[in-house]
């Protein structure tokens, strides 16, 4: 953290005139992130000057649109269902995967014995139609 204030008018003209802006090579990263609610308000980076986004925790898209689901450990079949990003909610062992899944089911199948997520009991569905990694 700076211990003074930086003073804008005390920098170069080129300077002055990136503070706050998004390279080009960062700028879908984003629309990402504001597509998924987050928003500037007018802060930047301590750092490199770059814009900061914000968002509410519970206005993040991603998070609205998940829910929490039970698992069960079987033989899965994707058939025509999308891509679903699912986490437990284990803070210390945290996990995730890219599943074909049924959005709107109540219980998911998951193949525990190829996974190594056998201490996994929920699950939270979001992303549908999550691109193909």
Same mark, same amino acid.
């Given at each position: 953290?700076?211990?003074?204030p930086l003073y804008?008018?005390?920098?170069?003209?080129e300077?002055?005139?990136?503070?706050?802006?998004?390279?080009?090579q960062?700028?879908?990263?984003?629309?990402?992130?504001?597509?998924?609610?987050?928003r500037?308000?007018?802060?930047?980076?301590?750092?490199?000057? #770059?814009?900061? !986004?914000?968002c509410?925790?519970? =206005?993040v898209?991603a998070?609205?649109? +998940?829910?929490?689901?039970?698992?069960e450990a079987g033989e899965?079949?994707?058939?025509?269902?999308?891509l679903c990003?699912v986490a437990?909610?284990?803070?210390?062992?945290?996990r995730?995967l890219?599943?074909?899944?049924?959005?709107? #089911?109540d219980t !998911?199948?998951?193949q525990?014995? =190829?996974t190594?997520?056998?201490?996994? +009991?929920?699950w939270r569905?979001?992303?549908?139609?999550?691109?193909?990694?």
């Amino acid at each position: 953290m700076p211990k003074h204030p930086l003073y804008i008018d005390f920098l170069s003209p080129e300077a002055q005139a990136v503070i706050g802006k998004v390279h080009p090579q960062t700028a879908p990263a984003r629309t990402v992130l504001e597509k998924e609610g987050f928003r500037y308000l007018n802060y930047i980076d301590i750092f490199d000057g #770059g814009p900061t !986004l914000e968002c509410d925790i519970d =206005r993040v898209r991603a998070i609205r649109k +998940s829910r929490l689901v039970t698992t069960e450990a079987g033989e899965t079949s994707p058939g025509d269902w999308p891509l679903c990003l699912v986490a437990n909610e284990q803070y210390h062992q945290f996990r995730a995967l890219l599943v074909h899944a049924d959005p709107d #089911g109540d219980t !998911l199948t998951l193949q525990r014995p =190829r996974t190594g997520y056998a201490e996994v +009991s929920c699950w939270r569905p979001g992303a549908h139609g999550a691109p193909d990694p």
